[in-house]
């Protein structure tokens, strides 16, 4: 049979230092919630349910904690803060249902490989009762020390407390521990507050544990997959070390990045391969690239899909339920929202198309708008295959402009376009010789009177 395993991820903490009005764990990374990281890292490594103790903000932090994935979610709430140990036992009920492992998370940690806690898992099965999760330092100062000894974890020493030799070790404590289930109950309710701050340390696990004869060893992860959050410094390292990440796999699947540090990807990003984008590009939540597009740079997508070798920018804006087809092409200084443009059309500069189905290989020529919007309801525009849509159009819509369609530059189009017509919707234009110089004498005049005024006023 299968192992069991519960997950008690950590989430109750106030966050004073991020200085925020919501709870730490929802602060994003790659445009998803911290606690979602960490939930998906547990259900990916494996783990039959999860315990979350929540404090601030319950209900948004359960509901981000369970998005996305089919593990269950109990919520247990933490009212009073005693410590890390105190908050694994508000989980006491869920513990209690039975498990083969216990294994504690932080809300706060996103970075979590879900193959370290599998690798956690799997030390248990070989015989140890506690496992810790540590890693080496490059500067341990100020991290709990990992002692050991004939290969097994004797004890965690904090900082503080730490003898001049101890302070040489640099395995430090990532704070990740998994434990026997059945063992879990007993070794939580053992954890004193005989310290400094009268607080239940998770960390004494591991010299209750030996005191019974129970096998604590230690593993060792990266140091970036333990990195915490608690202020908003710390919150923008931790988006550096997961964007540098997700633009090496995008990479490595066959994408190309002109700069890759000025790239921004979120968490569900989809990139097909051969996809090619320029620097300064900014890919928010649901957006998928069809293979052989080119991304040009200064360019903001989000909730768009663009199919295969299509071309977007310089800076272009693709808003939520935007729908590019193959070979579509969005030019520079251009807006789309919620609107299908089919295969091969067109949309050049400083063009704003909202609301709309463009069909396929028609143009829309630069400057044109749809009006979408009657200040109280949005209204449809309909383009045609085939249509050309002149340069400076405006489509007040609801409008449809047909299969074919000609419309002759500067229109402002009110009324429906049948198929393969000309519509030309402007005034006529008139020529007055000799004019302009009078008109700009008339002008310069008033220019001159205005001037007077301010310079000589009334005494």
């Known amino acids: 049979m299968a192992r069991t395993c519960l997950a008690v991820v950590l989430a109750a903490g106030d966050a004073t230092r991020m200085k925020s009005s919501k709870s730490k764990v929802l602060h994003p990374v790659g445009n998803l919630p911290l606690i979602s990281h960490v939930t998906r890292a547990a259900a990916a490594a494996g783990v039959t349910k999860?315990?979350?103790?929540?404090?601030?903000?319950?209900?948004?932090?359960?509901?981000?904690?369970?998005?996305?994935?089919?593990?269950?979610?109990?919520?247990?709430?933490?009212?009073?803060?005693?410590?890390?140990?105190?908050?694994?036992?508000?989980?006491?009920?869920?513990?209690?249902?039975?498990?083969?492992?216990?294994?504690?998370?932080?809300?706060?940690?996103?970075?979590?490989?879900?193959?370290?806690?599998?690798?956690?898992?799997?030390?248990?099965?070989?015989?140890?009762?506690?496992?810790?999760?540590?890693?080496?330092?490059?500067?341990?100062?100020?991290?709990?020390?990992?002692?050991?000894?004939?290969?097994?974890?004797?004890?965690?020493?904090?900082?503080?407390d730490a003898s001049v030799e101890e302070l040489e070790v640099d395995f430090c404590n990532g704070g990740i521990i998994t434990f026997s289930g059945a063992k879990a109950i007993d070794l939580l309710e053992a954890i004193g507050n005989d310290n400094a701050k009268g607080e239940y340390y998770l960390?004494?696990?591991?010299?209750?544990?030996?005191?019974?004869?129970?096998?604590?060893?230690?593993?060792?992860?990266?140091?970036?997959?333990m990195m915490g959050c608690n202020t908003r410094a710390e919150l923008a390292e931790i988006e550096q070390v997961w964007q540098s990440r997700a633009r090496q796999a995008a990479m490595l699947s066959g994408v190309s990045m002109v700069d890759p540090a000025s790239v921004f990807l979120s968490h569900d990003t989809v990139l097909g391969s051969d996809v090619l984008i320029e620097p300064n590009v900014w890919f928010g939540p649901g957006v998928r690239v069809g293979a052989g597009a080119l991304i040009h740079g200064f360019s903001h997508l989000e909730g768009a899909d663009i199919g295969a070798n299509a071309v977007i920018g310089p800076f272009a804006r693709l808003r939520p339920g935007t729908e590019l087809g193959e070979r579509a092409k969005v030019g520079n200084f251009c807006e789309i929202k919620k609107a299908r443009v089919g295969d091969g059309a067109k949309v050049n500069h400083l063009s704003y198309i909202g609301d709309a189905?463009?069909?396929?290989?028609?143009?829309?020529?630069?400057?044109?708008?749809?009006?979408?919007?009657?200040?109280?309801?949005?209204?449809?525009?309909?383009?045609?295959?085939?249509?050309?849509?002149?340069?400076?159009?405006?489509?007040?819509?609801?409008?449809?402009?047909?299969?074919?369609?000609?419309?002759?530059?500067?229109?402002?189009?009110?009324?429906?376009?049948p198929d393969d017509a000309l519509a030309i919707a402007r005034a006529r234009q008139e020529t007055k010789p000799g004019r302009a110089q009078r008109l700009r004498d008339k002008i310069a005049a008033i220019k001159a009177l205005k001037k007077k005024a301010v310079t000589e006023p009334d005494t």
């Open 357 to 417: 189905v463009v069909g396929a290989d028609a143009n829309i020529g630069a400057g044109t708008i749809t009006c979408n919007y009657d200040g109280q309801n949005k209204h449809l525009t309909e383009i045609g295959s085939g249509a050309f849509i002149g340069s400076n159009s405006s489509l007040v819509a609801p409008v449809r402009i047909g299969e074919g369609a000609y419309v002759g530059s500067g229109s402002v189009v009110t009324m429906d376009v």
């Open 203 to 225: 960390t004494d696990i591991v010299e209750i544990a030996r005191a019974e004869g129970l096998k604590c060893v230690a593993i060792e992860a990266p140091e970036e997959d």
């Open 50 to 160: 999860i315990a979350l103790v929540v404090g601030r903000n319950a209900e948004q932090v359960t509901k981000a904690a369970s998005a996305g994935i089919a593990v269950p979610v109990t919520p247990v709430e933490q009212t009073e803060r005693k410590g890390t140990g105190h908050a694994v036992l508000m989980a006491r009920d869920v513990i209690a249902e039975g498990y083969d492992d216990v294994v504690v998370l932080y809300g706060d940690a996103p970075l979590i490989d879900p193959n370290s806690l599998a690798a956690a898992t799997s030390e248990r099965q070989k015989g140890a009762d506690v496992v810790v999760l540590g890693f080496r330092a490059q500067d341990p100062t100020g991290y709990g020390r990992l002692l050991e000894r004939e290969g097994e974890l004797v004890a965690i020493r904090e900082h503080k």
